[in-house]
């Protein structure tokens, strides 16, 4: 007797017994949150600091600048995903929050990021007078409207796109919005959704220099990163620093894609949806490593368990009144709230234009409207040109698992290299060359948005059902007509998403590409986002307002006209019910 009660005994101390994988889970751990206090230590110091540190280009500072770098692209996604299951909620679920939100979000993802600083730093700082944190949540901020539209676009469509029968099953099921929400709807948008995490992580990189080293007025601010110092080595002609640069945030892209992506690419695999045996599934060294350990598991065991009751519990609103409800559901309120809309959306441009007209004509606003026209043709040529080359690129890679993760970390540094990198390049050529600076700095706008396009088409065809491809394999559909009545409709809507987001990316971008600079050398290109740079240089406010509100009019009315009418067409044509 006294041995049968031993034996279980024996057995939970052998369960309980840490093993070599605990040691690598346990460190990781550590060594993050050592690092992360360490980064952190310095944002509740005086502003006097910046100044009193300044910065070098000493390659031995680079893992520094790095972490601090990374920290503050990692609270921005924090903060993106929070964002982007709010939005993704309400504009899939209400059609009325969808009438304001989407627009907005349009609107957003086009304002350069210069126009958020020029007035973000103020509003921040004064959270934290004196202290370094109020820079660093600009910057935390900039990074985060250089993630979350994405994002939030991806799992708006994924929530509009869901199929049917998974639909009716949890209707059938009776699950309340909270347990549909986490149980369906989030598993289901979750492979397409870490894919384009990794874009706006890597993507981000753009806008870190932007980000980090602000100017806005006769105020600079210079926080220590990977931004900043790409921005110090560009202003000194360094090329050796320019190197180190990219050599250094190669590191962190393989560091991240290995500890973060890779793991989280393997683990949504298991929400594909399936009716069919599936393709090998992709594998990660650390998830099979925390698979495999015995104490980690054991201690998450409580978190685990606490979240997936949270996930299971019946919430549901509070009933509202009958006649309340029929109210609410009424075409008199949809009028009513479509009338509020578009009276929020007039008094908005009514406050634009009084400011503006502060110290403008309307000889002004025609400029900023010509120089709006040449930015959108540059946009409209390079996405189209985009689109041809990494649709075809995204479909070959995303039905090859294994190629996929060969050429995942490659791609996320492509998106991740900052164009202002190459603006050397550039402004050398054309200076050289006499070339059109028109033309020639056109190529800038589309290096970190196009990939907007190749991480969405990838993923679209990553989700894309194994059972439909064997048939379409039995009826021997192939060539032209595979392409055209199999994987482009399974893709398109995954297309849209990243069209979307890589055009309003380009416009994002032309404040920066617009205007290339190496040294004392600058060149220029005609455009709404050089008009933008300039103002923000100069500290003119009315001209940042008057530049951002001709840039969100042309974004605007070029997704309602285009991209939204195939949005629309994808979700109501192309779901796979």
């Known amino acids: 007797m006294a041995f049968q009660s031993s034996a279980p005994l024996a057995d939970r101390s052998w369960r309980l017994a840490p093993n070599l994988w605990d040691g690598l889970a346990f460190g990781l751990i550590f060594a993050g949150l050592i690092l992360t206090l360490q980064a952190s230590r310095d944002s509740l110091a005086p502003l006097s600091a910046l100044s009193a540190q300044p910065l070098s280009l000493d390659p ?3 893992p520094g600048y790095a972490l601090s770098s990374t920290l503050r692209k990692l609270a921005a996604m924090v903060a993106s995903l929070v964002f982007t299951f709010l939005f993704g909620a309400l504009a899939a679920k209400s059609r009325r929050a969808a009438m304001l939100l989407v627009p907005l979000l349009d609107i957003l993802q086009s304002v350069p990021v210069l126009g958020f600083l020029s007035f973000t730093v103020t509003a921040f700082m004064a959270l934290f007078p004196g202290q370094v944190m109020g820079v660093e949540l600009a910057a935390i901020f900039a990074i985060f409207t250089s993630q979350a539209w994405n994002m939030a ?4 469509q994924s929530l509009t796109t869901l199929p049917g029968d998974l639909d009716e099953a949890a209707r059938s099921l009776r699950l309340s919005s ?7 709807e989030v598993p289901f948008a979750m492979p397409a959704l870490i894919w384009n995490m990794m874009m706006s992580m890597s993507g981000g990189w753009f806008f870190v220099t932007a980000s980090e080293a602000i100017s806005v007025g006769n105020r600079s601010y210079t926080l220590p990163g990977i931004g900043s110092y790409v921005a110090l080595a560009i202003a000194r002609s360094d090329v050796a620093a320019v190197g180190w640069a990219v050599l250094a945030m190669l590191a962190v ?14 683990w949504a695999e298991k929400f ?3 009716q069919s045996a599936g393709r090998p599934a992709p594998r990660s060294w650390l998830l099979d490593a925390l698979r495999a350990t015995r104490l980690f598991r054991r201690v998450t065991a409580p978190a685990g368990a606490l979240l997936a009751r949270l996930e299971r519990q019946p919430l549901r609103p509070p009933p509202l009144p009958p006649a309340l409800q029929r109210a609410w559901r009424s075409r008199a309120a949809d009028r009513l709230w479509l009338a509020l809309v578009g009276v929020g959306g007039a008094w908005a441009l009514w406050s634009v234009a009084t400011y503006a007209a502060t110290e403008m004509t309307w000889r002004d606003l025609a400029d900023a409207v010509g120089l709006g026209a040449l930015t959108l043709l540059r946009v409209v040529v390079l996405i189209g040109l985009a689109s041809l080359l990494w649709v075809p690129a995204g479909v070959w890679i995303g039905l090859r698992p294994r190629l996929a993760a060969c050429i995942q970390p490659l791609a996320q540094f492509l998106a991740a290299f900052p164009a202002n990198i190459l603006f050397p390049l550039a402004v050398l050529g054309i200076l050289r060359f006499r070339l059109n600076p028109d033309i020639w700095l056109s190529p800038l706008m589309v290096l970190g948005t196009q990939w907007y396009i190749l991480f969405n088409v990838v993923a679209g065809a990553a989700a894309f059902p194994n059972d439909l491809r064997e048939a379409a394999a039995s009826f021997r559909i192939r060539g032209p007509g595979w392409w055209r009545k199999v994987i482009l409709p399974g ?6 998403t990243g069209a979307i987001t890589a055009s309003g990316g380009a416009w994002n971008a032309a404040i920066v590409a617009e205007v290339a600079s190496w040294g004392h050398h600058t060149v220029s290109a005609h455009g709404l986002g050089a008009y933008i740079a300039a103002a ?4 003119d406010y009315p001209r940042i307002v008057l530049g951002i509100a001709v840039m969100s009019a042309y974004v605007l009315l070029f997704n309602r006209l285009f991209w939204r009418p195939l949005y629309g067409y994808a979700a109501r044509r192309l779901r796979l019910d």
Do not use: H, K, M, N
């Open 272 to 274: 594909r949806v399936e």
């Open 536 to 539: 923000t240089t100069a500290g």
């Open 491 to 496: 893709v398109f809507p995954y297309y849209v």
């Open 60 to 62: 031995g500072r680079l």
């Open 178 to 184: 909270w347990q549909r929400f986490w149980r369906l």
């Open 253 to 266: 892209i393989l560091a991240y894609d290995q500890l973060l992506f890779r793991p989280l690419v393997a």
């Open 153 to 156: 676009f991806s799992f708006y």
